[in-house]
């Protein structure tokens, strides 16, 4: 018998997309599967569309929004299956993108999750920015991808088709083990959005499990469709990336990158000013304030079991800032070289 995967859409005022993209996901060919809508408190007419369209889908509905963190932990206690597949409202699937992960995982049971290939929907001969074909990590806790390093999407061109141990899968098309899911107590809600899915991946790692890309799977995301470039989604990203070192790098590490990011984020915010962004440096701001708030009030849970950063997989051991805007180099693969991949 096949494993039993639900696929778990978290829905908020998607219903452009669940018309646009919903048909696919029922296409896929992976026979012991369901396809659950978890509604987070959305005030378009996606239950309308669900239910007049979509009538096989299971929906669940949240009153509220609690975020893509809060969304998924309050949606998955609600489902069971041996594998949860977390997938964006607004990414089109292949056909066969479900079998090649549950086989990954099957043969393989320190993998505590994978992520398929993410092109580009507008431009699918392009990696998108949400993960690409695997999410990586620097020394001082940047995240890059296989195929995207900062803003910058290289063209698939086959050179990461291999499936390889990666720091992160990406929340954007996740499978992961349920029970790990339940048992790693699931999201950190106070996320709400963004780093989420890193956060979870690095207790994974620091838990003994491992994450890989599994680029026969191929989806293809929009991007950007759940939170609009703006200044919520810098806060969230600058503030969520931080706390999340706060948690989990051994304090031996912590103490002298942390002055580093900051005042790296501090160049990032000036840079955001001085080019007329104006609300990337407020935003930068006040997620410094936020994680300085959040350890003068002892907010920060440290892991029981954090490792050297460098001991986990998909790490490079450099900076990733230092070779993109100095060395200008803008490809995964000119940063990071072949024989560090594992």
């Not at 919903?22 to 012991?32: C, G, N």
């Not at 056909?95 to 086989?103: F, I, Y």
């Not at 990696?127 to 910058?152: C, H, K, M, N, T």
Request: charged fraction near 20%.
């Amino acid at each position: 018998m096949e494993p039993l995967v639900s696929i778990v859409i978290l829905n908020f005022n998607g219903a452009h997309y669940l018309k646009t993209f919903l048909p696919s996901v029922l296409a896929t060919k992976y026979e012991h599967k369901e396809i659950v809508v978890a509604d987070n408190g959305s005030t378009d007419d996606s239950l309308t569309v669900l239910s007049k369209d979509f009538p096989t889908v299971k929906v669940i509905q949240n009153p509220t929004n609690e975020g893509f963190a809060g969304g998924y932990n309050w949606a998955l206690k609600q489902v069971q299956a041996d594998y949860y597949i977390l997938l964006n409202s607004d990414v089109q699937v292949d056909p066969n993108w479900v079998t090649p992960m549950v086989q990954l995982m099957e043969v393989n049971p320190t993998i505590g999750a994978c992520q398929p290939k993410l092109l580009a929907q507008k431009n699918p001969t392009s990696f998108e920015y949400a993960g690409a074909s695997g999410g990586w990590i620097d020394a001082l806790g940047y995240p890059f991808s296989r195929g995207r390093v900062f803003d910058v999407c290289e063209q698939d061109n086959g050179q990461y088709n291999q499936a390889e141990r990666i720091f992160w899968a990406s929340g954007a098309a996740m499978m992961i083990r349920s029970k790990l899911f339940h048992a790693l107590g699931g999201f950190d809600a106070s996320f709400f959005a963004h780093q989420e899915e890193i956060d979870l991946c690095w207790r994974m790692q620091l838990e003994g499990h491992t994450l890989y890309a599994c680029p026969e799977a191929v989806v293809y995301h929009v991007g950007a469709g759940t939170l609009p470039r703006g200044g919520r989604k810098v806060f969230l990203n600058f503030r969520n990336n931080l706390i999340m070192l706060s948690k989990h790098l051994p304090m031996r590490e912590l103490i002298w990158k942390m002055p580093v990011r900051f005042a790296l984020d501090g160049v990032s915010a000036w840079k955001g000013l001085l080019s007329g962004d104006g609300y990337f440096f407020t935003a930068i701001a006040k997620a410094h304030f936020a994680v300085m708030g959040y350890w003068l009030m002892g907010k920060v849970n440290r892991s029981k079991h954090c490792k050297p950063l460098a001991s986990l997989g998909g790490v490079y051991n450099g900076s990733v800032v230092f070779q993109y805007f100095v060395k200008n180099r803008q490809e995964f693969d000119k940063i990071v070289t072949k024989h560090a991949h594992n």
